[in-house]
């Protein structure tokens, strides 16, 4: 649906808002959820408060305690439950745990009051979006809000522009295997990276320490014969975490001695109604049958899930280090979100073969050229992310994927 498009993704977020909905259910509806996330399963003595702390190390130490203010600027998985306050009040002690475990607020709210929901999305929303936010329907509304901002505070770092040479454009039509070649931000290390190139993935890693010794960023550019889309399958089937497990050993090591990366942010915003009913709980979503007892203050109000949106963000140098003259970044968006009021219509699917056929005759050429490639890879030891790539943000004690990103500009 997103395809061709840059987006960013939390799968950790996904997981959480799962388990903190498992804490609100009952019944077979409990039992779905618990059969998808497997809680039972976990070998920590619980689960909850494992997600806790696993989301606890992404913040530095010294910054846990002083709440709100750096939460706004700092990696946070945040979350907001929303009942239709017809269908009466909510547990206080239900409440009270999932504020306490997942910093999740969940309040009762009269969903007639449209502006009321708009205050508990993020701002980070093209206006176009704001009537569809509107039509948000009663009576279970989950809203999770994920960002991670990456700090790049060393004095080895500045800012700058590159040319990247964006992926192939679904609506183009043209036939050319050129990409087209734009100037974006960007922002360069010295020190402070790792880098390698796997043979298994056929893609050069570079290794950024994270907002903590238990975070790890890592960037993923696929060499000039595959594309970020061959790397995705890669992803699905778990062979880019078992590359990243060993980094950077079996990997070829390379003597780069700077690294550049665009300097930008993505949000993307998912409807996750489908992807979650797939996963096997399209229970959650009917009305008398979804069990919400865990939730609710009365056990006749009948609530089900109406709509469950994720918001996720990602920020290259943006840990709110205020770097003095800096550009600003280049800022993308993406969603599976209908607009509302205009005619939706896929475009993804009707170019989809064309585009294939332009990355295999792209291949095919850059085949046929790889050894000047490579001589050319040897003399330069400046890395550079020009074409499309993938990025992970890994929780190193775990090797929990927190979020995936694809950028293709
Ligand atoms: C990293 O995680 C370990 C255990 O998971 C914890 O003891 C440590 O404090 C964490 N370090 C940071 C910097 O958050
Ligand atoms: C994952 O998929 C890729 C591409 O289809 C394949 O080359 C690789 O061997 C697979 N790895 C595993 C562990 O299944
Ligand atoms: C989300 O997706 C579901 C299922 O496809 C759909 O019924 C619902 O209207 C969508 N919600 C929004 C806000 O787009
Ligand atoms: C292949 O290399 C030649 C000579 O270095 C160059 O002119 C040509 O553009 C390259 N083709 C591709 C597809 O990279």
Redesign the pocket.
Known sequence: MMAGQSLVYSPFATLTTLSMLFLGTRGTTAERINGVIGLDEMTSFNPHLFFK?VAE?LK??YRRTTARAVDQEGSSFSRTLLSDESRGGLQRFFKARVQEIYSAVAETVDFRQKDMLLRHMSGDFPRDYVDTLKQLRSPLLSISRNRYRHECNSAATTYGTMQFAQGVKRSGGSQSPASSSVALPSVSFRSGFSTGFSKALDATILALPGS???VSVFFLKPSPDTDVSTLETHLRNQSISSVLKLFPDETVRSAYTEVQLPYFTQTTIYNMTQSIRRLGLQNLFEPNVANFNGLQDSSTSNLYLSEILQTDSFAMCGGGELGAARNLPFRSFSTNLVKHSVLATDLADGSSSSSKLMRRNRRKLAYRNRSAFDAQQVQDSKLVFDTPFLYLVRHN?TGMVLYMGRFVG
């Open positions: 702390s190390d530095p130490k903590t010794s238990n004690p």
